[in-house]
């Protein structure tokens, strides 16, 4: 079983920039397919984007492309979340996800897919 701690959130203004960390312990990392998902209060979670298991697959929800990029360094058992031109309706409870992958596939976007959690970490971000 794979255990998953985020970091890295904050309180950011409009306009800028978070990095999202999501380290991994407990399981052989590289056989995982990695998301995110985001919760913002009265909402359900939201799915964001992915990344498979050998970094050939990305893919994200309409509203981040562009501005937000998935990856990942399996030598450190670790998956990050660049954000940039984050946007107020950006603020949610920021989440990664893994599910075990034998193929390297696009991630499928259902939370429902994931068994694997990490805590959360707060983004918010003010106008």
Known sequence: QVHLVESGGGLVQAGGSLRLSCAASGGVFPNYAMAWFRQAPGKEREFVGGISRNSVFTNYIDSVKGRFTISRDNAKNTVYLRMTSLKPEDTAVYYCAAKVSTVSTPVPPTARDYP????????????
Do not use: E
């Open 116 to 127: 694997y959690w990490g805590q959360g970490t707060q983004v918010i971000v003010s106008s």
